[in-house]
């Protein structure tokens, strides 16, 4: 299986570079009804794909590229579900659909498309 996820240009950082090779499946923009005061109301969209051995990296490189605030990203590779802040990495082997009762605020119908308010943290006996 190879990782699949959706980040928003908007959230990464001036300057800043993903170096993971990624396959591009949609390029779309947005407007969003209720983003935070500081993102803006237009959002650029980037499903991928990517090699599930490059996952990782992929987490780190995310993690440093993000602006700092609400915006994170998630992907999920094979049964692995990385959620990314800035500069920190939360992994959780819970299926994709879980995390969504985790983060306050959430959209179920496209998780990757909406801004956290607080931290996410594993699901006990989620699998």
């Given at each position: 299986m190879s990782v699949t996820g959706t980040l928003i240009a908007?959230?990464?950082?001036?300057?800043?570079?993903?170096?993971?090779?990624?396959?591009?499946?949609?390029?779309?923009?947005?407007?969003?009804?209720?983003?935070?005061?500081?993102?803006?109301?237009?959002?650029?969209?980037?499903?991928?794909?990517?090699?599930?051995?490059?996952?990782?990296?992929?987490?780190?490189?995310?993690?440093?590229?993000?602006?700092?605030?609400?915006?994170?990203?998630?992907?999920?590779a094979s049964e692995m579900k990385y959620v990314v802040f800035a500069e920190s990495t939360d992994r959780s082997s819970v299926r994709v659909g879980r995390v969504s009762t985790a983060l306050p605020g959430a959209s179920r119908d496209r998780l990757p498309c909406v801004s956290a308010t607080g931290p996410v943290r594993r699901i006990p006996g989620h699998r």
């Amino acid at each position: 299986m190879s990782v699949t996820g959706t980040l928003i240009a908007e959230s990464l950082e001036l300057g800043r570079d993903i170096t993971v090779a990624l396959t591009i499946r949609r390029l779309c923009r947005i407007a969003v009804a209720a983003a935070a005061e500081e993102q803006p109301p237009h959002w650029t969209l980037i499903d991928f794909t990517c090699a599930d051995e490059d996952a990782d990296a992929l987490a780190a490189q995310v993690a440093e590229a993000l602006m700092p605030g609400r915006w994170y990203a998630d992907f999920g590779a094979s049964e692995m579900k990385y959620v990314v802040f800035a500069e920190s990495t939360d992994r959780s082997s819970v299926r994709v659909g879980r995390v969504s009762t985790a983060l306050p605020g959430a959209s179920r119908d496209r998780l990757p498309c909406v801004s956290a308010t607080g931290p996410v943290r594993r699901i006990p006996g989620h699998r």
